[in-house]
Nanobody, 115 residues
């Protein structure tokens, strides 16, 4: 049974930073690709980026240079470091097994970028 628990969201000013965490269980974490997706109010789910088992990463174009995905296999945790945040980054952020950002997700964590 795949379990994913996101945390680390909150309110941040434009230009600020947050690091989200996702604690995973129920599968062999070290050999799995992982990914992040987000959903803004009234909009569909948007893929953010992913990380392969070897640690290489890939992102949607609008996130490149601002967002960084990393993983700690010893902790079964994947991270999303977000810098230079913009109001349009406001969304609920989810992590997923695999590289496509598709369900199952955890409960999500809310990120609000506002002054």
């Amino acid at each position: 049974q795949v379990q994913l628990v996101e945390s680390g969201g909150g309110l941040v000013q434009p230009g600020g930073s947050l690091r989200l965490s996702c604690a995973a269980s129920g599968f062999t974490f070290s050999v799995s690709a992982l990914s992040w997706a987000r959903q803004a109010p009234g909009k569909g789910v948007e893929w953010v980026g992913g990380i392969y088992s070897d640690g290489s990463t890939y992102y949607k174009e609008s996130m490149k240079g601002r967002f960084t995905i990393s993983r700690d296999n010893a902790k079964n945790t994947v991270y999303l470091q977000m810098n230079s945040l913009k109001p349009e980054d406001t969304a609920v952020y989810y992590c997923a097994r695999g590289g496509s950002g598709t369900p199952p997700w955890g409960q999500g964590t809310q990120v609000t970028v506002s002054s």
